[in-house]
């Protein structure tokens, strides 16, 4: 199994990102909903914690403390999954509230955003595009409530 995944990995990553916007597209419902907007509060809350953490051992030059050396491995693949599900969220509903020109403008701009989100090239630079779709994610937030 990990031979086939290995050889396949590109064709993995494109099949769970399609299948996770179809997911959060089925899932989505109005914009106002209290579950989905604590949800989002929840996932901007974590991220923001975990962006802080990976910054404060970054400039520190220090690694995480024992008990969390392993989990901490995964952090980032957390953020990204958590990031993921706030944009497809945050497209669907910017092309719902939107017509004509300005909702495909925005399809565009979050899709691209998407893209940048599930490219490992993106991955490798690390906290700064972290930081960029957090900062888009939680301004959505803001702007959406």
Not at 90 to 112: D, H, M, N, R
Request: avoid cysteine; charge should be positive.
């Amino acid at each position: 199994m990990r031979a086939f995944r290995a050889r396949h990995a590109r064709e993995e990553s494109i099949a769970f990102f399609i299948g996770g916007f179809l997911f959060d597209a089925v899932m989505v419902g109005r914009i106002d909903e209290t579950p989905m907007l604590l949800q989002q509060a929840g996932y901007l809350v974590v991220t923001g914690l975990l962006l802080g953490g990976m910054l404060r051992f970054e400039l520190l030059q220090r690694e995480p403390p024992r008990w969390l050396k392993r989990p901490w491995r995964y952090v980032e693949h957390a953020m990204h999954f958590m990031l993921g599900t706030l944009l497809n969220a945050f497209s669907l509903f910017y092309v719902k509230s939107g017509s004509g020109l300005t909702a495909v403008l925005f399809l565009v701009l979050i899709s691209l955003l998407l893209l940048v989100n599930e490219h490992p090239r993106f991955h490798r630079l690390g906290p700064v595009v972290l930081f960029g779709l957090y900062s888009f994610s939680l301004t959505s937030y803001l702007a959406l409530k």
